[in-house]
């Protein structure tokens, strides 16, 4: 890898074979970067936490019902 | 309907944190990108318009070998493959965007798989819009952090009009 991150730029209204760019990233499009990364990952935990949540929940609801005397097919049935 | 070759870029020995098409030619319906990816350490897959990271808003669906994730997105369009993937494979992504030069929100569909030789290996479609009226001329890719972690060598991307 270089020191500098680099991108690749593609200049279509360029000829064909004078088209392609390899330019370093700014330290603003590092940083901009950065934090997007930082926020979407955030968000990624918050969601998969929240999917656990809603998970678990479910199962606790199926599993009083299966307690109240109905089948695991019945409870699922009645979750659909 | 005529699918035509825009360009092919293969990235080189030292990596690359994002790749963008510039100057697209506005005389195509659809564009389609087709990427061969892999990333150092991240696997999502991210998308820009005309310089942009906002007003995107979609719908994402991944089986991940072991269980179905349903969520909602912006610029994360796909997955693709990571540093810690099988060895020398590379995760692939399909990008179709309909109408991309037209004055209408753009509506964009995904599908991507990471090329894994494990019980986790993701196979994911997403539903995107793009609510932006403007003609699309630049579109970019890249991996969630490219700046950190960037494509790896032999990554390619390859840009269609579709007319």
Known sequence: MSETPVKVVVDLSKPKGQRESIIELTKAEIKEQTAMAAEAETQRIADEAAQAEAAATRQAGLDKLIALGLTEAEALALTR | ?163
């Open chain 2, 1 to 163: 309907m005529t699918m035509t070759l825009i360009e092919t870029i293969t990235v080189g020995s030292g990596g690359a944190a994002s790749i963008e098409f510039t100057g697209i030619p506005q005389d195509g319906k659809d564009l389609l990108v087709l990427l061969s990816a892999r990333a150092n350490t991240v696997q999502a897959l991210w998308m820009q318009l005309n310089g942009s990271n906002s007003d995107f808003s979609g719908l994402r669906l991944t089986g991940t070998g072991s269980s179905v994730i349903a969520t909602t997105e912006t610029v994360q369009v796909g997955f693709i493959n990571r540093s810690s993937s099988t060895a020398n494979t590379f995760g692939n992504a399909a990008i179709y965007i309909s109408n991309y030069a037209s004055s209408t929100a753009k509506s964009i569909s995904t599908d991507s798989v990471n090329e894994n030789n494990d019980t986790s290996a993701l196979q994911n479609i997403n539903a995107t819009i793009w609510d932006n009226t403007a003609a699309i001329t630049s579109l970019l890719v890249e991996p969630q952090s490219g700046a950190s972690y960037p494509f790896l060598e032999h990554t390619t991307a390859s840009l269609y009009t579709i007319s």
